[in-house]
């Protein structure tokens, strides 16, 4: 059985949250682009996150729900029709004056970004005192 590090753990925690901080942060940032390379509005982004059981854990031979990692398995654009806007002077206007802006929602993605950045901010700290415990540890197995 190997042993658990919750280090790892909390470190994939992080970069699942980094993840989804970045591609909020993307999100708001072209909620009004309505011209892209591929053509049509900027299409919003989710991250796509999953929880991979550890193998060979001592935990995951008790309880297969317990002692999961996030793990990102990728970024997918959202699939929702564009929000049409009556802007007939708009460079990238249709024929009957609408422009095609992406469906973003910038209050929820505010406050989903809010919570991944809070999210972070735990796995953060979460791994200092794993490392103070360890360290903790470290210094009983040297006295004995």
Do not use: C
Request: no cysteine.
């Amino acid at each position: 059985m190997s042993r658990i590090n919750p280090i790892e753990i909390l470190a994939n925690g992080m970069a699942a949250a980094r993840m989804r901080v970045n591609t909020l942060a993307s999100n708001i940032a072209n909620a009004e682009t309505t011209r892209t390379p591929d053509g049509g509005p900027y299409k919003r982004r989710d991250v796509v996150q999953v929880a991979q059981p550890i193998p060979g854990s001592f935990t995951s031979a008790l309880d297969r729900l317990s002692m999961q990692k996030p793990v990102v398995t990728g970024v997918v654009e959202d699939q929702a029709s564009p929000r049409m806007v009556h802007s007939p002077g708009h460079p990238d206007a249709d024929k009957n004056g609408f422009v095609a802006y992406p469906n973003i929602n910038v209050v929820q993605t505010m406050t989903d970004l809010l919570s991944a950045s809070r999210l972070y901010q735990a796995n953060v700290t979460a791994v200092e005192t794993a490392r103070n415990l360890q360290g903790e540890a470290s210094k009983i197995l040297t006295q004995a």
